[in-house]
T-cell receptor, first 111, second 114 residues
Framework: KNQVEQSPQSLIILEGKNCTLQ??????????LRWYKQDTGRGPVSLTI?????NTKSNGRYTATLDADTKQSSLHITASQLSDSASYIC??????????FGKGTKLSVKP | GAGVSQSPRYKVAKRGQDVALRCDPI?????LFWYQQALGQGPEFLTY????????KSGLPSDRFFAERPEGSVSTLKIQRTQQEDSAVYLC????????????FGEGSWLTVV
């Protein structure tokens, strides 16, 4: 069964600290992996899209990595800010164009 | 508008009532998706349109759910005889094409069935 598992479920960090969110998937065949940020009460916003041939991709203070062999991805946030508080959702697109969403990691950045 | 627009943003329905949720995708976007998001969960796929054609409706949970996009732009998700388990955020998303394109989400329609 195609699944996307994210960990941790929730995370609290202090402003200015770094953190790493994990995503494991079993989707096969695989087309690409996406990370979305979803603020409370808002729709998800795309952070990165990576194909299986890409190992790392950055978007400002966000850096996503992908290991297609082990079917693992991570999202690293550097020098966190209060505005980073949100849910981060890992999404895998299968070769048929279907998107499988993880449940998300809820990040809280405290001052 | 510049983004995906959904209305109403909030809807409280009495159990058994029919509701209609509207989505205005980004102009020119071919693909349109509907997702259901329960509290604390990731979005779950409901249905997908390519222009006016509904290519995948495998995620619709029951025959009470119906979606249409008659002219290939605006879409409506209709829920008949609402039940409490239908309470969720309904997200609409659009993209320029399929496979690998960035998908843009609306802010969602929050449905509460009482």
């Amino acid at each position: 069964k195609n699944q996307v598992e994210q960990s941790p479920q929730s995370l609290i960090i202090l402003e200015g600290k770094n953190c790493t969110l994990q995503c494991n998937y079993t989707v096969s065949p695989f087309s690409n992996l996406r990370w979305y940020k979803q603020d409370t009460g808002r729709g998800p916003v795309s952070l990165t899209i990576m194909t299986f041939s890409e190992n790392t991709k950055s978007n400002g203070r966000y850096t996503a990595t992908l290991d297609a062999d082990t079917k693992q991805s991570s999202l690293h946030i550097t020098a966190s800010q209060l505005s980073d508080s949100a849910s981060y959702i890992c999404v895998v697109e299968g070769s048929q164009g279907n998107l499988i969403f993880g449940k998300g990691t809820k990040l809280s950045v405290k001052p | 508008g510049a983004g995906v627009s959904q209305s109403p943003r909030y809807k409280v329905a009495k159990r058994g009532q029919d509701v209609a949720l509207r989505c205005d995708p980004i102009s020119g976007h071919v693909s349109l998706f509907w997702y259901q998001q329960a509290l604390g969960q990731g979005p779950e796929f409901l249905t997908y349109f390519q222009n006016e054609a509904q290519l995948d409706k495998s995620g619709l949970p029951s025959d009470r759910f119906f979606a249409e996009r008659p002219e290939g732009s605006v879409s409506t998700l209709k829920i008949q005889r609402t039940q409490q388990e239908d309470s969720a955020v309904y997200l609409c998303a659009s993209s320029p094409g399929s496979w690998g394109n960035t998908i843009y989400f609306g802010e969602g329609s929050w449905l509460t069935v009482v």
